[in-house]
Each structure stands twice: as C-alpha cells, then as structure tokens.
C-alpha cells in the first residue's frame, strides 16, 4: 500500500492503493488517480487524476511535500487557507487551481496563500491562482532569476489579455477579461517592497 502526505485521504476505489481507514484525513484523491508517494523523501508524484488539499502539508519549520503533476489529466487542487509546498512541478498539461473564495460576503476572507520553494510550470501546463495569491520562495543571491521566472509565467498566462494561456493564470481574470478587464495578476520583490507580513501571514513564508 502507497500513503498519501499527511492531511491527506484517499476515496473508495481510487487506483490500488489502499482503503480510507489506512490513511490520514484531510483531502481526497479522485477515483481511479494514479500516484505515488514517499514518506521519507515526501515527494508525490501524480500522473492522472486529481488530489485536492485541504489541510497544509508544511509551516514555517517544514518546507512541506515537493509535488509533481504529469500529463493532461493530472489535477492538483489546493482549498486551505495556506498550504507550503517544498516544490510543485506541473509538466505535460498537467494543471493546478486555487480554490476561489467567496467574495460576495463582508467582510471579505483573505487571499488563500500557496507558498513554494520551487516553481516549474511547462510551455503545456497551468498554475490557476483564481482570486488568490502565490509567494515564491527564493534563496539568497537568486531573487532576479525567481522574479524573471514569475514574470514569465505570469506573462503566458495573461495571453494578450485574455488569461487563458498556460504557466501563471486566474480564471477569475479570465471571466472579466471579456466584461471590464478590471481583475488580473501582479508580482513584486519583497526585497524591494521590505513588507514584514502578506495577507496576514509573515515575512518568513517567503520573499
């Protein structure tokens, strides 16, 4: 039997891979997914399917799961608050979302928060924060190279406007694309910025 990270549970005839009573609660992987996992390393790789998070895989003190997503049918979905990732590597259309939050109450929640140490997004794939925020994670010496890698991402995804290109997108950019153009993606050097805290959380999730 293969486990799943912590905070993690796999649903009734998910691939062959154990039973929900075997496995930590905390998100749920779609039937027939096809994954693996290592607890000692904590590298999860899925090549079909989707798995969706609810729960963080990591804090301050741990760097989380490093999680890699391959092909046009792999889905990671993330829906906690925060949730520290050690790396996320979507490769062959692989795609990963955000959960939106409901902005229609007041006050409004804040901004759902993935925090990575390591970013690769392929020419086919997709990272879709929706209406929400992405804190990459750089070390010393390496700002300028992660900035230019965000910008890029950022830059297929705004796809002449529209949002709907791959590397960093927002499908909720994408929906006012077509009404009022209002809604869209930024990034910024905390470097530059020396904001001691972001959405609420501090400055040691990341640059």
């Known amino acids: 039997m293969r486990n799943l990270p912590a905070g993690a549970v796999l649903t009734p005839g998910a691939g062959n891979f154990g039973t929900v009573a075997s496995l930590p609660h905390g998100a749920t992987a779609s039937q027939g997914a096809a994954f693996s996992y290592d607890s000692n390393t904590r590298v999860l790789n899925l090549t079909s399917g989707t798995i969706t998070f609810a729960e963080d895989l990591g804090d301050l003190t741990s760097p989380g799961v490093a999680i890699t997503a391959s092909g046009a049918t792999s889905n990671l979905v993330f829906a906690s608050t925060t949730q520290h990732l050690a790396g996320l590597t979507l490769t062959g259309g692989a795609r990963t979302t955000v959960s939106a939050r409901d902005l229609s109450g007041s006050p409004r929640p804040p901004a759902h928060v993935l925090v990575v140490a390591g970013l690769t997004v392929d020419a086919d794939s997709t990272l879709d924060l929706r209406n929400n925020d992405l804190v990459r994670q750089y070390a010393a010496e390496q700002g300028s190279a992660a900035l230019d890698s965000v910008r ?55 640059q």
């Open 152 to 206: 890029a991402l950022i830059t297929r995804g705004f796809n002449s406007g529209d949002f709907l290109g791959t590397g960093i997108s927002s499908g909720d950019a994408a929906d006012d694309a077509s009404v009022n153009g209002f809604v869209g993606l930024g990034y910024a050097d905390n470097a530059e910025l020396g904001y001691t805290s972001f959405d609420g959380r501090q400055r040691s999730d990341g």
